[in-house]
């Protein structure tokens, strides 16, 4: 089945800097990747997703890449703001219909 | 809009009963999906129904069931359960139609088993 692998695991950075969370697949048949933001107390939201015909996609502060080739996809949030500290979930899908695939989790804390 | 609506929030509940957990997806959504987080484990998808029929399941064993309704709301059931069950469930609803829309979670059951 599929394997999605998430680094870092936890990542700390400044008000202003920029974060950046790298995930990995197995299935070359995932066609779906979305990313998710989880805070506490609360089920995750999605914030941004990619599908394999495309390789990048930008919201606002957010973007992610795709790489099909290498079988990565990442996650940039720039200008960071206290307000994006919650854990990010990548996942895949595609080769099983709608179940996600999720990697485990980065923390990311980001001080004023 | 409403989003995913699940009842009930938190649950406590000893090893050898049996439990269900209730979602209630995004009006028009017709597609649910479960899933348990662990800190172990993540998330881990459990299974997901569409027009009430179990169109795709995880590699959990047989006393996780669900079933869905035909206003697209969502059950699901452990039975005998163990100390390893303790977890968050979490429902996706999802529009159902097409490839792979985006699934919107809601905020999740707490289930602990003493």
């Known amino acids: 089945g599929e394997n999605v692998e998430q680094h870092p695991s936890t990542l700390s950075v400044q008000e202003g800097d920029s974060a950046v969370i790298k995930c990995t697949y197995s299935d070359s048949a995932s066609n779906y990747f979305p990313w998710y933001k989880q805070e506490l107390g609360k089920g995750p939201q999605l914030i941004i997703d990619i599908r394999s015909n495309v390789g990048e996609k930008k919201d606002q502060r957010i973007a992610v890449t795709l790489n099909k080739t290498a079988k990565h996809f990442s996650l940039h949030i720039t200008e960071t703001q206290p307000e994006d500290s919650a854990v990010y979930f990548c996942a895949a899908s595609g080769s099983s219909g709608y179940a996600l695939n999720f990697g485990k989790g980065t923390s990311l804390l980001v001080t004023p | 809009k409403a989003g995913v609506t699940q009842t009930p929030r938190y649950l406590i509940k000893t090893r050898g009963q049996q439990v269900t957990l209730s979602c209630s997806p995004i009006?028009?959504?017709?597609?649910v999906s479960w899933y348990q987080q662990t800190p172990g484990q993540g998330l881990q998808f459990l299974f997901e129904?569409?027009?009430?029929?179990?169109?795709n399941k995880g590699n959990f064993p047989g006393r996780f069931s669900g079933r869905q309704f035909s206003n697209s709301r969502s059950e699901m059931n452990v039975s005998t359960l163990e100390l390893g069950d303790s977890a968050l469930y979490l429902c996706a609803s999802n529009v159902g139609g097409g490839s792979y829309n985006e699934q919107f979670f809601g905020p999740g059951t707490r289930l602990t088993v003493l």
């Open positions: 009006s028009g959504h017709r597609s």
């Open positions: 129904y569409f027009s009430e029929t179990q169109r």
